[in-house]
């Protein structure tokens, strides 16, 4: 044996010795955790604490020998049947064990079946604290029912796509997690060559619903933030409102969608027009799909529902020590991550990641041919931890870990797939404009005008819990859902969205009612738009500085403020910063440029945005750090998005070799939509050939 063999053989030896002992602390919390429930279950014999030791060391060898047979065999039977299948199947390896135990004394199937539901809620939350991979358990009890449901399905030559977005993964951070080891599998494809890592550049704004726009429908024409008023409809429409999601795919939707062909949407804001989408927030109110039993089938599972109920619980653990630990710190900058939030990150980072991976296994397993989902987790914590520090990136390990997971699925599929990880935009972080400067751009606005406003820039939008949204109502929506959960949850289906604390939800929150002389504030992160509604048409600079003479410049000398752009009606869209301005039309500056510290293709996205039909008023973007790259949100956010400036504008590409990009650096979603568009055509041409 060569030496380097021998050390990768005691370096093996140590992992598998490390693991163990690791394994054996889990063995030992659930022996006592299992002492203390079947002593207040009963009042006949309880075990003693080696007994019940012997007894979770007996049943983690029984589950690993036994259970992932039975479970594929059970997949067979008819949906309703496979949990309480399941659930008996589990019980009965409890049972099994207290006829084999003398000490023991478990009274029933009902609690045999607690028991067991317990045991893998403890295991699973002790391993994640103790870092064990449960690989092996998940390929068993998560993958095995689903290979066995679709192992029948025939193989197909032609290659097929599967798309993953991280949500606000910018190019530099990744690269940073890959040198600090927290992307593994994503660092090994480019160590093996298999794959290239290229940035691209997005649009303004730079967000989720431009870019899913356009990179799933070629289109983001018309979408000039998140969030914005729109004078036509006479209302303020949010992108991540399900009526809204759907309105504009409506809009947007030309026939070429990304995965118009075949192919299947989960868990994002758009369907690329895909015939199966599920928990899309575009698609709630369509009709389910026929793939909806797989989703269902996660529930049904026995380990899947105590795992992931684990994991929820734990993700609230860490959100609240992270926060506590970072005021213990004094880490600045920081916001409140108290209050609904941890519930809504754990969600984000347990439920629907492990659902994204789970239905994404499901469509490779039967070879659908292009398939697109998006990890939203970390630019949830992100939004509220920071772009790069340790408690996000560690998120983002978990994520790198379901890719490497679904990476393995793919290689035992029945087509090749090609494997694309990519980000439809990225974050910039810095202390917020009311952390900075002591008020909001709201409240900067109001003083500038010296009257009344409506502030819109806490408008409930949370892209985590819109996307739990999506969840409840597709699983509202499937004739098997029960009744009384439908009755439960109906509301969170309704399209009601409260502007602000006061308002009533059943007052048509979504219509402004203003008095002609209220204007309407509204944030995209460092993105701010303000919008006039006495005015039918888009207001110009000369509308403005009659109506308010100290808005427009008082804004634009403001620290916290690089630039505003208005409409002027003698000279089109003009760029007005502190010292000076430029006029878009012919590119001619007065002063200083208040864009020289930014990109270069910078005043063309300016030009785009003031040509469409919604563009808003007034146009705001805050201060940048031209060192640090550093923002101030005009939202109570460390890491933010939807404006220029820092690494938000800096999206990334993990792409396979053998698919090379036609432009090195594509600029704008859309042109990232053709270059994916052309390499499922080539892919296809050269298959058929």
Known sequence: MSRRGFFSGLRAIGSAADQLIRHAIVWLVQALVLTGLIGALTSDAVPSYTEAFIGIVLIAAMNTAVQPALIQMVVRFRFWLFPVITFLLNAAVFLLADALL????????????????????????????LSISDDGAWRRFALGPLRARYERTDPISEPGFVFLEIDGLAEPVLREA?????????????????????????????????????????????????????????????????????????????????LANHGASRGNLFSGEAPDSLFTIATIFSPAPASMGAYFFFYANFYNLARTLA??????????????????????????????????????????????????????MRGVPAVYTTYIAYDEVAHHSG?????????????????????????????????VVLSDHGQSQGATFRQRYGLTLGQLVSRLISGEIRVLEHISADEGWQSL???????????????????????????????????????????VDVASDSPIVLASGNLGLISFPQWEHRATLEDIEHAYPDLVSGLARHPGIS?????????????????????????????????????????????????????????????????????????????????????????????????????EHPIGASALHDELMRWMACSRERHHA
């Not at 000490?103 to 994640?128: H, K, Y």
């Not at 660092?187 to 303004?204: A, F, M, N, P, Q």
């Not at 309704?494 to 006061?502: A, G, I, N, R």
């Open 102 to 129: 003398p000490g023991w004394r478990i009274n029933g199937v009902m609690q045999a079946g607690f028991l067991a539901l317990s045991m893998t809620i403890v295991a699973t939350f002790a391993g994640a604290l």
């Open 178 to 258: 890959m040198e600090r080891g927290y992307a593994p599998h994503l660092r090994s494809w480019l160590d093996t060559g298999s794959h290239i890592l290229s940035r691209w550049e997005c649009d303004l704004s730079s967000q989720t619903s431009a870019s899913q726009a356009g990179i799933l429908l070629g289109t983001n024409r018309d979408v000039p933030a998140f969030r914005w008023y729109d004078k036509t409809l006479g209302r303020v429409v949010v992108s991540n409102r399900p009526r809204d999601a759907a309105m504009l795919e409506s809009t947007l939707s030309s026939g070429a969608g990304l």
């Open 311 to 364: 994991l929820f619980l734990g993700d609230i653990i860490r959100e609240l020590a992270a926060s506590l630990w970072q005021i213990l710190r004094n880490e600045r900058p920081r916001v409140r991550r108290f209050g609904i939030y941890p519930l809504v990150r754990a969600a984000t980072t347990s439920l629907l990641r492990e659902l994204s991976t789970f239905t994404v296994a499901g469509d490779i």
């Open 387 to 419: 772009i790069a520090r340790g408690d996000t990136l560690r998120v983002l390990r978990d994520i790198d870990r379901d890719i490497g997971r679904l990476q393995r699925v793919a290689t035992a599929a029945p087509r090749p797939y090609h494997l």
């Open 469 to 511: 949204r999506a969840l409840l109502s597709d699983f509202m929506r499937d004739e098997r859902a029960s009744p009384v959960l439908e009755r439960t949850f109906r509301r969170l289906r309704e399209d009601e969205v409260t502007l602000d604390p006061d308002a009533s939800p059943r007052k048509h929150p979504e219509r």
């Open 563 to 663: 630039f505003v752009m208005i409409h002027s009606e003698g000279r089109g869209p003009v760029v007005i910063g502190p010292e000076g301005l430029r006029i878009l039309n012919d590119d001619r500056v007065e002063g200083t440029d208040p864009l020289a510290s930014f990109g270069p293709h910078v005043p063309d996205l300016l030009r785009r945005t003031d040509g469409f039909v919604n563009a808003p008023d007034i146009l705001v973007n805050s201060m940048v750090d031209p060192e640090t790259g550093e923002v101030a949100a005009f939202e109570e956010l460390v890491g933010s998005h939807g404006g220029l400036g820092g690494t938000q504008t800096m999206p990334f590409l993990l792409h396979p070799a053998a698919l090379p990009l036609h432009t």
